[in-house]
Nanobody, 125 residues
């Protein structure tokens, strides 16, 4: 079993930065060999969208709207997932969730085996 807990959210002015963290706990073997970890976000009244993912080879993928501004990474033990968010815009305001899966990266949040409960990010203009 693996548990994911997000932290690092908060309120920031447009143009500012935040770093989100997702701490994975539970079975260390499963955590280390996780095939994919990802960040999703959902704004009120909006669909939940994938933001970024990182596979077991450390390759990151990003949705177009955050390319060049956000960076996904993991620590060496793969027990903490990060999302460095720079040049934040009001449209980045959302609740951010981390997800992990031992099989592969998925398009849909619900397809991931493990989910966190989210952390709120609010960007004001």
């Amino acid at each position: 079993q693996v548990q994911l807990v997000e932290s690092g959210g908060g309120s920031v002015q447009a143009g500012g930065s935040l770093r989100l963290s997702c701490a994975a706990s539970g079975d260390t073997y499963s955590i280390y060999y996780m095939a994919c970890m990802a960040w999703f976000r959902q704004a009120p009244g909006k669909e939940r969208e994938g933001v970024a993912s990182i596979d077991s080879a450390g390759r990151g993928n990003y949705t177009h709207s955050v390319k060049g501004r956000f960076t996904i990474s993991q620590d060496n033990a793969r027990n903490t997932l990060y999302l460095q968010m720079n040049s934040l815009k009001p449209e980045d305001t959302a609740r951010y969730y981390c997800a992990a899966d031992p099989r592969w990266c998925f398009y849909s949040f619900s397809d991931y085996k493990y989910w966190g409960q989210g952390t709120q990010v609010t960007v004001s203009s």
